[in-house]
């Protein structure tokens, strides 16, 4: 069965009983966690440096998955519409309500049958390329290293982007197959 790569998730306060949601989106990958990873002046991250000044963590849920873009949009809108948004008396950080009706608009891409299957089945490829890396070299290796060694560095625009090997090596991260050390390398933990 084919699987689709978007999903719906909610942002959580963990210093309320019961956790209630902050804020709702929609993404593919990593997207749920960016947000702590890269917390900007937003309402909603002025929230999540609260929590973590807090000593807490935020709580990420996902809602729904296995969705395709058009129908994580319009789940994402219809949430964000009953929840409410807080500049309009509602509970959510998000900054725009959308509306249900235009998210067919949005949808850009033309996804051909198959083209996710072979994406994933070259991401378990490459996962397992920089494992092996990693185990090879207990010390540690750096994102350079990854992209040096196993050919993932890109010259894009003349300047070499090393993008592709930080994406492989936080999803690693994320499954708790690599961990950072401090001296930024990065160690395998086992699998």
Partial sequence: MAQNPFYV????????????????GKGTGNRAWEHQANIDESEKGQLIQQIKDSGQNVIHTILADNLTEQQALKIEAELISAFGIRSQGGLLTNRVKPNPENISRHV???IPDGCYEKAQMALKLMKSAVMELAKANPHGISNSDAAKYLGLQSDYGGGSKDYLSYSIIGLLMKEGRLQRTL???HVATGE
């Fill in 9 to 24: 998730y909610a942002l959580k306060d963990p210093r309320q009983r019961p956790s209630k949601p902050f804020y709702i």
């Fill in 108 to 110: 850009r891409a033309n």
């Fill in 183 to 185: 001296n930024r390398k």
